[in-house]
């Protein structure tokens, strides 16, 4: 969910705004000053929108300052023109300004008039967002998108379950693994959490008894992550991971299961294993809580926030280069040799 920061347009943006969707300006962009969207610089059209495009929007790019551009094609829709949104973020820009443009982006639209917008690009370098990026960006448009990790692991799991009555309070053998019961504190902890009125639980097997129960619910801030990893037991972990992607403020949860490998014993890991995914179906199918991604670990060093935004947005290689087929040697070819079925095959003559 993106969140907004209270940043509004002022009275002359809006004035411009009108005179742009009118067609007056071929390029707006727009910046963050003393706590309001203000135009930073605009430009009028020369020729048509992919001659001026690169001479017009790529010398407005600051290396290390987040800003947005309006940039308006030669098309229009009911409402009028047709623009392109871009959301400029480098990646050497403070986090803070970062956050800032990515929380305050919804806010600029709407000012502007979402029905205007038919495109909107997110670039961290100048090819993302040069006339030659957003052409591949709208080829990757055209394509299906594959299916996220979790769309995956869910369509794996309706392809093998067996039985759907899993129960909070049950404790049943599926194909999936053990269900075990699952706590009445850990329970309002998971809500809690769904709610965003915490940001961190964690979870344990009680090994006796058979349950899992709540094993804390400090704060946790990214870098506390790797602190809260057990180096001598498994345990799940469900994280509300706050982050910045592609121009928009984001708030997702991350399931951990660390499992610090030999040093538990072989029961531990068993059953660890075993309940993880039924666990999870409640947690997501009764719970309604929405796990954007499963990461397994054995040691809590790996948790830095490389390796997290990496996994929650694994890079997509959407572009492949088709093999081109070798020349055959120059000259003459040889004899070209028939291929025939068996049906066909001649009997040989004595």
């Not at 430009?43 to 940039?71: A, H, M, N, T």
């Not at 058979?210 to 990214?222: F, K």
């Not at 928009?248 to 299961?257: A, G, K, T």
Request: charged share 25%; with cysteine; aromatic share 10%.
């Amino acid at each position: 969910m993106s969140h907004q920061t209270g940043i509004q347009a002022s009275g002359s943006v809006k004035d411009t705004f009108v005179g742009a969707r009118n067609g007056q300006y071929r390029l707006l962009k727009i910046v963050i000053d003393n706590e309001q969207l203000v135009v930073g610089s605009s430009r009028q059209p020369v020729g048509s929108w992919e001659k001026d495009y690169d001479s017009f929007v790529l010398p407005l790019l600051e290396d290390k300052q987040p800003c947005y551009i309006l940039y308006r094609l030669d098309s229009r829709n009911a409402q009028g023109y047709e623009w392109i949104f871009i959301a400029w973020s480098p990646d050497h820009s403070p986090v803070r300004q970062k956050m800032l443009y990515a929380a305050t982006r919804a806010t600029l639209k709407k000012e502007f008039g979402g029905g205007h917008i038919k495109d909107e690009v997110f670039g961290t370098v100048q090819d993302d967002v040069s006339l030659n990026g957003y052409k591949k960006y709208l080829i990757s448009q055209s394509s299906p998108a594959p299916l996220t990790a979790a769309e995956e692991e869910l369509r794996q799991i309706k392809i093998n379950e067996v039985q759907t009555d899993i129960g909070i309070d049950t404790k049943h053998q599926t194909l999936q693994g053990v269900a075990f019961p699952i706590a009445k504190e850990a329970i309002q902890a998971l809500e809690k959490l769904k709610n965003k009125k915490i940001n961190y639980v964690q979870l344990q097997i009680d090994m006796k008894n058979e349950t899992i129960i709540l094993a804390n619910t400090l704060h946790t801030e990214l870098k506390d992550l790797p602190k809260r990893i057990p180096k001598d037991a498994a345990r799940y972990h469900f994280f509300l991971y706050k982050h910045a992607h592609e121009g928009d403020y984001l708030e997702s949860i991350v399931f951990i299961y660390s499992m610090p490998g030999y040093t538990c014993s072989i029961r531990e890991r068993m059953l660890y294993s075993s309940c993880k995914s039924p666990l999870l179906e409640i947690v997501e199918r009764q719970l309604w809580m929405q796990i954007i991604r499963k990461v397994e670990i054995d040691n809590g060093d790996e948790l830095t926030a490389d390796f997290l935004y990496e996994e929650v947005h694994p890079k997509q290689h959407a572009y492949k280069q088709s093999f081109a087929k070798p020349k055959g040697p120059a000259g003459k070819r040889g004899i070209r040799r028939l291929i025939r079925g068996p049906a066909e095959t001649e009997t040989p003559s004595d």
